[in-house]
Each structure stands twice: as C-alpha cells, then as structure tokens.
C-alpha cells in the first residue's frame, strides 16, 4: 500500500504543481527559493493527508498549505503578508528580445499583474497560468463562481486601465 | 490587443516544471524498503590493476520517469475534461486545511503540526478509486460519468471503469486492495475491485501483494485465484492463460475446473474445452509487453526485479537470446547486472564476449567506466566489443580495434590511461 500511496502522491504532485506555483507567486512573486516552497508545501501536504477527510479536496488543501507557506516565509523574511502589497512577476527578458514590442508588452503585464491585489492577483495567475476553470477556481479559493469571475473581471479592467486600452479600474 | 491571450503567454514564463517538482518531494518523502542491485551492483566495475572511480549512480534519484512526467503533466493535468476530475470538482471545501505558524487577521490556522513523516492514509472515498496510467492516448468509460478520451498520464478513476487502449498500454492500481492490473495495446477490460472483464487484448493482474479471491472473465472464461500473477490473452474465440506466480483455477462455462500453477499455461479453444497445462519455459517473452510500463512505475522493485531474472536466464544460457532480447528491452539500466553476472574470470570467454556485446549494445555514454573496464579484459574480443560501444556512445576514439584485440598488455595500459584522462 505504501508504494501505491506514494505513487499516488506523486501524481497528485504533478497534477497540482502548477496551482501550488501559482499560490506561492501570487504571494511572494520570482522569488529564489520558489522550488523550496512548492516543495515544503507538498511536504506539508503529504504530512498532514489523514486530516484531509476528502480526497476530492486535495486540490484546495495543498493550495492553502502553498498560501500559508508564502505567509511563513514572509515573516521569517520580517515582513507582514499584505493584500495590497506588490510582488516581482518580472522576467529577465533574453538580449535579444530586450527591444522587441511585443516583449515588452509581455513584461509590462508581468509587473501590473505583480502590483495588483493580491486576491485579484491570485484569481489572475489561477485563471491565465494554471488555465484552471472558474469553478475550479472557486474550490481552490472557496469562493463561488461568480465571485472567481467578478474578480477576474476587475483584474482584467484594472490591467487595460493601467495600460491604456480603456476600460476603468 | 487580446489581453486574454497576452496575459496566458505574459505568466507562461513563471511556470516550474512539474516533473522536477514531483522528482525533489517524491525524493524527500520517507524513503521506500531500498531495492538495491544485489550484491553492490550500483558501482563501478572495481578493477583489478588499478583503483577506479566509483560509477555515477543513474540519473534516476526519485524513480520519477520525468518523460512519462512530463506527458502526465501536458494529458493528465487537463483536469477539467478528465476521469479524475469528477472527485475534485466540487465547490467550497469544508476540509480542515493547514494554516500558518501562527493566526493573524483571519488566516487559516489549522496547518498540522511539523512532525515526522508517516505513511499517508488514504482517505476513505479513494478506497472507491484506482489509479489509472495511459500509457498512449486511451478511452475509458466510467460509471456515473460516461464515455471520456484520456491523453497519456496519470488519472484517478471509479473503480467498475471500462478501459480501451489504442496503441499504447495502461496500468491500474485499486487503492483498496492493491491489485494491479496492466492492458496491453488494443486491448478493452472492464476492472473492478475484485474482478476483470477482458473483452479484448491482453491483461496482466497480480494479487500478490495484499491476496483476496479475484476473478478474471474472459468470455465465458473464468479464473478465479487468490493470490496469483497471471497474463490472459483474448485470441479470436480462444482464451490464453498463463501463471506467473501463485496458482489459479480455469473454468469454461459449467464445466469442471481445472487446477495451474505458477509458471504454467492453459488455453480454452473455442468451443469451451481447456487443455492441459504446460510448461512456460521462458517468462520473459511473454511479458516483454509490459516492460515500458515496469521501467516508468516509481517503485523499482519491479525493474530490478526483472532485470535481474533475465541476467539469470541469460546466465543459464538456454535462453540466452531470448534473455538478451528482454535485457535489450530494460536497456543501460541493465548494464551493471550483466556485467557483475558474466564478466570476471570464473566465466569463459566465449560468455564473457557475448555479455560485452550485450553491454555493448545497451550501455550509454555516462557507462564509459564499464566499458573502459571491459577494455581491461584479457579476452580480446571483449575488449573489441568495449572498443566498439565506446564508439558507439560518442567517446572520442583511442587507437583502433586491431590494437585493443592484438596490443601488448601494456601499450593498451597506457592507452587505456589517456582515453580515461580525455572522458574525465
């Protein structure tokens, strides 16, 4: 049983690795010990599987274990989890693209994504980077579909606000 | 500007790579009972003339097939229009979550405890589920939620599922009882907690780690065991059943039962009468099918397991083509098993050649130390066969395979040195 336990955790891994990213990014951005989060939150998550009472439920469990290991790592690093804080979604773009519009177009979303509140932002990097669906979203945040879609719709306004493509924030 | 569109190709960039995520937690989780080479098989080949470096371990430090990963990760992860979906797709969880270290404003604070690792137990609702590996793109057909196409990865799926391979094969674990069960390709079984239906194909059930009465149904074919490992193959109207281990009983309708053991084969014609069983001489050929699926499963046990058994075979020589074929099949991962077995003096030459060829023939560039021990060999056409795989994998070339067959001791000695000094 072991073996196929472990087996099975493997591939929960693989199937939530990406959420997890995303919860830990939504918090603390590129940071370098993003690998070490993902992994600690799994870890968390394997330990703490005989409280999980659903296994239909795997997916927001280990993605709230993601978000509290963002807010330990931030106060060992002294700082308070804020909402409205801004994060680092940057990407060092490759030489030579540096001047190419559309790659900074690209970066430009990065960082406004990075700025956004951090309930929006989360929705954002769930819904564009996990591709995962609103009701999806909705289990993960537990939050209901409407409000997954409300928040996206607000992250979408705010960011064509910020790069002025209409709309308001 | 389509902001949907620049917003999914904005974030791709942050993207991990879920393989190595799974490979570094799968690598910290509490370790399995090693399965090791015996006898020391993972190092280097020890030479006899001088100390040698030890050898690299494989590239295999989770067991994670990152390929297979990488697939599960590009099929499996779909997980709005999969099989194992339907167990995630509710709303508000009411689960107990981990929280943080400490509550402030609200946030979650029912994290467990940091505390030493220990097996998971599996929730009560997974005892309804198997684990579902296609190995190819597949269809399964799923009590309660129908007819779905799954693209290669891993899947959780109701257990009473009927599964149809195409061109590849699939593997399923019952978390309730530990049975595993492996499809060949164009093969169509419906598998349940303690029954297969084989409509078509080949299926492979073993019981052996946790035994309860199982029964396989092949038409009006049926084998019922307790503990067994078993192959059934659908040919036409005939029936195939081979025991691996364990031992089972056929039956053809209403007719009386007839007993197999371990390492034995039945058929049931068409019309209902079974044979007498047989002797398998030969394990191996038969279950080639299944080597892809044993070499991407986590647990090595298997692998190791096998590999070893053909070396054996190999070794025994009455099948030793047919053992070479199979060890062919596991590939480098071979290479320190038929090396320990076949090369060092108590084997004669002739032995000794044909299991450097087979070396040879499977060893990658990172097995230069295996080679450059064969080189060391007093038989000279195990060194021509080193030579040549040392060509073959792409290290540079010293000297030509007249030298390595005829050349003094130690002439080869010192060519031997500068071939080390220029892979190192």
């Known amino acids: ?169 | 500007m389509n902001l949907d569109r620049d917003l999914r190709e904005a974030l791709a960039p942050l993207a991990g790579d879920p393989a190595a995520d799974a490979a570094r937690v799968m690598a910290s989780l509490p370790p399995l009972p090693a399965a090791p080479l015996p006898d020391g098989q993972d190092a280097s080949p020890e030479s006899p003339r001088q100390p040698r470096r030890r050898q690299p371990v494989p590239d295999k430090s989770s067991g994670w097939p990152l390929s297979f990963v990488a697939a599960a990760v590009l099929g499996g992860l779909a997980i709005g229009v999969v099989a194992g979906v339907w167990w995630e797709a509710s709303h508000v969880p009411q689960v107990a979550a981990p929280g943080p270290e400490k509550e402030k404003d609200g946030e979650q604070k029912d994290e467990p405890k940091k505390e030493e690792p220990k097996p998971p137990v599996m929730p009560t609702r997974e005892q309804d589920l198997m684990m579902l590996m296609a190995f190819a793109p597949l269809e399964i057909d799923e009590p309660g939620v129908g007819v779905q196409q799954l693209e290669p990865g891993g899947f959780a799926t109701r257990l009473g599922t009927v599964v149809r391979t195409g061109e590849g094969g699939a593997g399923l674990y019952v978390y309730a009882n530990d049975a595993r069960v492996r499809l060949d390709h164009q093969s169509a079984a419906m598998v349940d907690l303690d029954k297969v239906e084989l409509d078509a194909g080949r299926v492979w059930l073993s019981t052996l780690t946790r035994p309860a009465p199982f029964e396989i149904r092949a038409g009006a074919v049926r084998i019922e065991s307790k503990a067994v490992e078993v192959q059934v193959q659908r040919l036409g109207a005939e029936v195939d059943v081979l025991c691996l281990q364990g031992a089972l009983q056929v039956r053809s309708g209403e007719g009386p039962a007839r007993g197999v053991e371990a390492m034995q084969r039945v058929s049931v014609s068409a019309d209902g009468t079974i044979a007498a069983p047989e002797p398998i001489g030969f394990a191996g050929a038969v279950t080639a099918w299944m080597v892809p699926m044993v070499k991407q499963q986590q647990d090595e046990t298997e692998l190791n397991h096998r590999i070893a058994m053909m070396v054996e075979e190999f070794q025994k020589g009455t099948y030793r083509p047919e053992a070479a074929l199979e060890l062919r099949r596991f590939g480098s991962r071979a290479v320190p098993y038929v090396y320990k077995a076949m090369v060092h003096r108590g084997v004669p030459d002739d032995e000794q050649r044909q299991a450097a060829e087979l070396i040879g023939s499977i060893a990658e560039y990172s097995q230069v130390p295996w080679l450059f021990a064969l080189l060391e060999n007093d038989a000279p056409e195990v060194r021509v066969a080193a030579f040549r795989a040392l060509v073959r994998v792409g290290a540079p070339r010293v000297d030509d395979e007249a030298f390595w067959r005829e050349a003094p001791a130690s002439e080869r000695e010192r060519s031997l040195a500068r071939w080390r000094a220029l892979v190192r």
Do not use: C
């Open chain 1, 1 to 169: 049983m072991l073996a196929g336990a472990r087996d099975a955790f493997g591939w929960l891994v693989v199937r939530h690795s990406r959420a997890v990213r995303a919860a830990v990014l939504s918090r603390l951005g590129r940071t370098n010990d993003l690998d070490d989060l993902v992994q600690e939150a799994f870890l968390r998550a394997y330990q703490g599987l005989s409280r999980l009472e659903d296994p239909g439920r795997f997916g927001a469990f280990v993605h709230r274990i993601a978000h509290n290991v963002s807010i330990d790592r931030l106060r060992r690093s002294g700082r308070e989890p804020e909402p409205l804080a801004e994060i680092d979604l940057s990407v060092a773009p490759e030489p030579a693209r540096t001047a190419d519009v559309r790659e900074e177009r690209l970066e430009r979303l990065r960082l406004q994504v990075g700025k956004m509140p951090a309930t929006l932002r989360e929705a954002v990097l769930l819904f564009y980077f996990e591709q995962k669906s609103s009701a999806e979203i909705g289990a993960v945040l537990a939050i209901s579909e409407a409000a997954v879609q409300q928040r996206l719709h607000r992250a979408r306004q705010h960011l064509k606000a910020v790069l002025g493509e209409g709309g308001s924030a």
